[in-house]
């Protein structure tokens, strides 16, 4: 039986190469335009395939997240959208962070001593040793499901 | 010079489970073996509480959950996760690396001048990119490589860290001297023992012995030892690990079985996994074992262990034949009226593939090129879509007697449906 979730399934993943457990996209790229009637075979200008996992710059650092909730809609993270993280960059003043808040993940902008949220009715989390909040990587993309969030609407 | 580095993670499985899940910080923490028997790993807390390794569970469960402590079934895809991402990070610090097991390996370090500061800059990169801690130890032979890990892990003021190359011989014994010899590697509990009894208790003891005469009274593995601990290095990296003597496939059953149709199942489901693993090393089978087991933690319930060995006259790596061979032991040394704990299959006496064999006269002829035709294909199969997509039929359906795993935290980093889930609430 498959699991019951509100993300989107995905064939399972059985080898545990991290480069490996992303969605495997190949697109090819041509070297030239292509004309209409043109003699030669398209396939010859086949250079190499894109693949999104050369999005991916450190691979045995980067981990991925599903979001839940809307508290950072304003920088365009939505519920349910994917995060792609990076543990080996160290945080900056303006990065989207995934932080550990009171034992459970949290996405939010890192501001100066404060975790901030994208959405007005939400209060900033500040950083101090009384919160115990620990920064555990840098969001670097977010992948989000526009098909998906339209037939959401509908419901 | 040859420098060797021995790089470790503390406390692996724990500290897997607690870069996913902040819950656990600071909480006693262990992991249970498959079926949720034994414990295999423990955290710091759990060690301080003096909960020994292998302990059963459930002897230890109501003070450890009494305490604030977790436990965890182990969760292998993740551990091997991890385990890869560690291994492709230290694979950056050198070209000669042997991963010497699934949370430590040793690097070839020579050429720097910087050791500990090299130590410092594998260990701090980790941390970053895993959330793993790991100590280093770096020597100029194996065993002091995993020696002076030793140090770095145990003492303090080392920072996890420990070089021992480049110290005086007073230095070195200052360091390394009073150490029991049972932390050396290599050298176990019974030759500690015996050591023991000839009044060597201590590295340093170990080191002043005659190397022959450690050799005539002992052997030629722990000679090397010695002049290994003398800084000598006899043990080259081995960057290719050997290919297995033997292949086993054992675990308990999430409850206990009774039935021969259901032992059948089980026995053929691991024969299986056992054959794939098998033709992956490229190697046949001279004949397989199996072995059954009762819970020897029940006393008062007939307890039963039989063995049995099936040769076969052609070595061979078919799932069929193994399979075949395998339900024939089992139906030769099951009884009725036992509760059965445990299935084990062991294939034995194994060989290159393709390598001469004196045929029997009486044997029927084999097909091995079909064979090994539906064998590739099936294996491929399995990989593709999962494992268990084809199995011989004698593997059953349904599987009911599949192993216990209550506990396990979710599979990180290797399903989508597992990921973590970051909150903007």
């Given at each position: 039986?498959?699991?019951?979730?509100?993300?989107?399934?995905?064939?399972?993943v059985s080898v545990l190469r991290p480069e490996?457990?992303?969605?495997?996209?190949?697109?090819?790229?041509?070297?030239?335009?292509?004309?209409?009637?043109?003699?030669?075979?398209?396939?010859?200008?086949?250079?190499?395939?894109?693949?999104?996992?050369?999005?991916?710059?450190?691979?045995?650092?980067?981990?991925?997240?599903?979001?839940?909730?809307?508290?950072?809609?304003?920088?365009?993270?939505?519920?349910?959208?994917?995060?792609?993280?990076?543990?080996?960059?160290?945080?900056?003043?303006?990065?989207?962070?995934?932080?550990?808040?009171?034992?459970?993940?949290?996405?939010?902008?890192?501001?100066?001593?404060?975790?901030?949220?994208?959405?007005?009715?939400?209060?900033?989390?500040?950083?101090?040793?009384?919160?115990?909040?620990?920064?555990?990587?840098?969001?670097?993309?977010?992948?989000?499901?526009?098909?998906?969030?339209?037939?959401?609407?509908?419901? | 010079?040859?420098?060797?580095?021995?790089?470790?993670?503390?406390?692996?499985?724990?500290?897997?489970?607690?870069?996913?899940?902040?819950?656990?910080?600071?909480?006693?923490?262990?992991?249970?073996?498959?079926?949720?028997?034994?414990?295999?790993?423990?955290?710091?807390?759990?060690?301080?509480?003096?909960?020994?390794?292998?302990?059963?569970?459930?002897?230890?469960?109501?003070?450890?959950?009494?305490?604030?402590?977790?436990?965890?079934?182990?969760?292998?895809?993740?551990?091997?996760?991890?385990?890869?991402?560690?291994?492709?990070?230290?694979?950056?610090?050198?070209?000669?690396?042997?991963?010497?097991?699934?949370?430590?390996?040793?690097?070839?370090?020579?050429?720097?001048?910087?050791?500990?500061?090299?130590?410092?800059?594998?260990?701090?990169?980790?941390?970053?990119?895993?959330?793993?801690?790991?100590?280093?130890?770096?020597?100029?032979?194996?065993?002091?490589?995993?020696?002076?890990?030793?140090?770095?892990?145990?003492?303090?003021?080392?920072?996890?860290?420990?070089?021992?190359?480049?110290?005086a011989e007073s230095e070195l014994l200052a360091?390394?001297?009073?150490?029991?010899?049972?932390?050396?590697?290599?050298?176990?509990?019974?030759?500690?023992?015996?050591?023991?009894?000839?009044?060597?208790?201590?590295?340093?003891?170990?080191?002043?012995?005659?190397?022959?005469?450690?050799?005539?009274?002992?052997?030629?593995?722990?000679?090397?030892?010695?002049?290994?601990?003398?800084?000598?290095?006899?043990?080259?990296?081995?960057?290719?690990?050997?290919?297995?003597?033997?292949?086993?496939?054992?675990?308990?059953?999430?409850?206990?079985?009774?039935?021969?149709?259901?032992?059948?199942?089980?026995?053929?489901?691991?024969?299986?996994?056992?054959?794939?693993?098998?033709?992956?090393?490229?190697?046949?089978?001279?004949?397989?074992?199996?072995?059954?087991?009762?819970?020897?933690?029940?006393?008062?319930?007939?307890?039963?262990?039989?063995?049995?060995?099936?040769?076969?006259?052609?070595?061979?790596?078919?799932?069929?034949?193994?399979?075949?061979?395998?339900?024939?032991?089992?139906?030769?040394?099951?009884?009725?009226?036992?509760?059965?704990?445990?299935?084990?299959?062991?294939?034995?006496?194994?060989?290159?593939?393709?390598?001469?064999?004196?045929?029997?006269?009486?044997?029927?002829?084999?097909?091995?090129?079909?064979?090994?035709?539906?064998?590739?294909?099936?294996?491929?199969?399995?990989?593709?879509?999962?494992?268990?997509?084809?199995?011989?039929?004698?593997?059953?359906?349904?599987?009911?007697?599949?192993?216990?795993?209550?506990?396990?935290?979710?599979?990180?980093?290797?399903?989508?449906?597992?990921?973590?889930?970051?909150?903007?609430?």
């Open positions: 039986m498959q699991q019951q979730t509100p993300y989107p399934s995905l064939h399972p490996q457990v992303a969605a495997r996209l190949e697109l090819p790229v041509f070297a030239t335009a292509i004309r209409a009637g043109f003699p030669s075979p398209a396939e010859d200008y086949i250079e190499h395939r894109l693949d999104l996992n050369d999005l991916v710059k450190h691979k045995e650092a980067t981990y991925y997240a599903w979001v839940e909730g809307d508290s950072m809609q304003d920088f365009g993270i939505h519920d349910g959208d994917l995060l792609m993280i990076d543990k080996s960059v160290p945080a900056e003043i303006g990065d989207i962070v995934i932080a550990e808040v009171d034992g459970f993940f949290t996405v939010k902008k890192l501001g100066h001593g404060v975790l901030l949220a994208g959405n007005s009715s939400y209060r900033p989390i500040p950083i101090n040793p009384d919160t115990g909040v620990l920064i555990w990587g840098v969001v670097i993309r977010v992948i989000h499901d526009m098909r998906q969030r339209k037939q959401r609407r509908k419901l | 010079m040859t420098v060797f580095a021995l790089v470790d993670c503390n406390n692996f499985y724990a500290s897997c489970e607690r870069v996913f899940n902040p819950k656990l910080a600071g909480k006693p923490l262990v992991v249970l073996s498959n079926n949720d028997g034994a414990v295999v790993a423990r955290s710091a807390e759990a060690k301080a509480m003096g909960i020994p390794m292998a302990t059963p569970y459930f002897k230890i469960e109501r003070e450890f959950l009494k305490a604030g402590g977790v436990a965890l079934s182990s969760n292998y895809a993740l551990y091997a996760d991890m385990s890869n991402r560690v291994m492709s990070i230290l694979a950056g610090f050198s070209p000669n690396q042997e991963v010497y097991s699934i949370d430590e390996c040793f690097l070839g370090l020579e050429g720097f001048s910087d050791l500990t500061g090299i130590g410092q800059t594998i260990r701090e990169k980790v941390r970053s990119w895993t959330g793993l801690p790991v100590c280093v130890g770096i020597g100029p032979s194996k065993t002091l490589a995993k020696l002076a890990n030793h140090v770095a892990k145990k003492k303090p003021g080392w920072n996890s860290v420990c070089s021992l190359i480049g110290l360091v390394i001297g009073k150490i029991e010899i049972g932390e050396v590697w290599g050298v176990g509990r019974r030759i500690s023992a015996r050591l023991n009894e000839m009044g060597v208790h201590t590295v340093a003891q170990l080191r002043a012995m005659d190397p022959k005469l450690i050799k005539r009274e002992f052997s030629v593995v722990l000679e090397r030892t010695v002049m290994e601990l003398r800084g000598v290095s006899c043990l080259a990296l081995d960057e290719v690990a050997p290919p297995k003597q033997q292949i086993m496939s054992s675990r308990s059953f999430g409850q206990p079985v009774f039935d021969l149709p259901e032992l059948e199942e089980a026995v053929a489901s691991y024969t299986s996994r056992a054959a794939e693993k098998l033709r992956k090393q490229r190697h046949v089978a001279g004949g397989i074992l199996i072995q059954l087991q009762t819970n020897p933690f029940k006393p008062d319930e007939p307890q039963y262990f039989p063995s049995i060995t099936v040769p076969f006259v052609h070595p061979t790596s078919d799932t069929r034949d193994l399979v075949n061979a395998a339900i024939r032991g089992l139906k030769r040394i099951f009884r009725e009226g036992y509760a059965y704990k445990k299935a084990c299959v062991m294939l034995v006496e194994l060989k290159p593939e393709g390598t001469a064999h004196q045929g029997d006269l009486f044997a029927a002829p084999l097909k091995p090129i079909q064979s090994a035709k539906l064998m590739q294909a099936m294996d491929t199969l399995n990989a593709r879509f999962g494992r268990g997509t084809v199995r011989v039929a004698a593997e059953g359906i349904e599987q009911d007697w599949k192993m216990k795993r209550g506990r396990m935290s979710p599979r990180y980093t290797t399903e989508w449906q597992h990921l973590i889930r970051a909150k903007a609430i």
